[in-house]
Each structure stands twice: as structure tokens, then as C-alpha cells.
């Protein structure tokens, strides 16, 4: 397949109510790239698409019920949006703190090999980031949780 036709395999959506300024949020703080806007004649935004890595985001407005911004129920996530970076998950966190994200957890190194930290976006919505530091064993990291580990890569 040619490489314009090829597509990650995997996205994730996130609904703003201001979607507007989310897309300057995320290009500013954590470093993705608007790569597709739509907006209607009011200049509404539509859908966009941003990508980081070979990875990549939808990005829209609480266009239906059943979809809506973190902000809109009380700062609530059913789910997270992780990245995983290739090196500076340190600096990464310094540039989302000065754009305004909110640290609630510092870069720090985990159990399974990895350095990261976690953000919540000015409308609530978690991301983590991560970068690996170092390879961990599946029998290093049972040890050091205590959890028997299927599936270790």
C-alpha cells in the first residue's frame, strides 16, 4: 500500500467543549501536529486530526448525549489517552506544565522499564507519557510487584 494510504492502526477520540482551543492546547503543550480540520460554514469545528509519532488523535466537540468533555461531568474520564515517547519525557513535562497542563503525577521510573509522568488537559482529560529507560525482565518485574505476569514483551 502506498505510504499516503496508510493509516496507524490505532486512534483515539477526545471531546472538548471548546475544541477550538484544545486543538492550540495540544500543539502547544504536547507537542502534536493538526494534520486534518473541518469546519462547517459558522466556523464550527467539525473534526480534526492530529498526529504525534506514527500515532494520532480525533479531536471534536460534545456533538451528541452521550459524548462529552471531562469538564461536563465533573472531571470524570473513563478513559486515557497514553503517548509514548521516543527520549525527553522530563522536558516533555516542563513544556506541558509552562502551556498550563496540570501535573498530577511527575516523571518518575516504573516497575516495568519505562520513565513517565501524567497531565490533565484545561478541560480534564487525562494523558500520560512515556519513555523507555530501561528493559525489564518478565521474572524482574513479578518480583517487584508481586503480580504474576502473563504476555510480557
Not at 506541558?96 to 518518575?108: F, K, L, N, T
Request: hydrophobic share 40%; proline share 3%.
Amino acid at each position: 500500500m502506498e505510504d499516503a494510504l496508510r493509516r496507524a492502526s490505532l486512534g483515539s477520540a477526545v471531546y472538548y467543549r471548546d475544541p477550538w482551543k484544545a486543538l492550540d492546547f495540544l500543539e502547544r503543550a504536547f507537542g502534536f501536529e493538526r494534520t486534518m480540520v473541518l469546519s462547517d460554514a459558522q466556523g464550527r469545528l467539525a473534526h480534526a486530526q492530529m498526529s504525534f509519532g506514527d500515532g494520532y488523535i480525533m479531536v471534536g466537540a460534545e456533538w451528541a448525549e452521550f459524548i462529552a468533555s471531562p469538564a461536563s461531568v465533573g472531571g470524570k474520564n473513563t478513559q486515557s489517552v497514553h503517548v509514548q515517547l521516543q527520549e525527553g519525557v522530563d522536558a516533555h513535562c516542563a513544556r506541558a506544565r509552562a502551556a498550563g497542563a496540570r501535573i498530577d503525577q511527575e516523571p518518575a521510573d516504573q516497575f516495568y522499564g519505562d520513565r513517565t509522568y501524567r497531565a490533565r488537559d484545561p478541560e480534564g482529560h487525562l494523558w500520560t507519557f512515556g519513555q523507555s529507560v530501561r528493559r525489564v525482565s518478565r521474572e524482574e518485574a513479578e518480583k517487584l510487584t508481586g503480580l504474576k505476569i502473563e504476555g510480557w514483551v
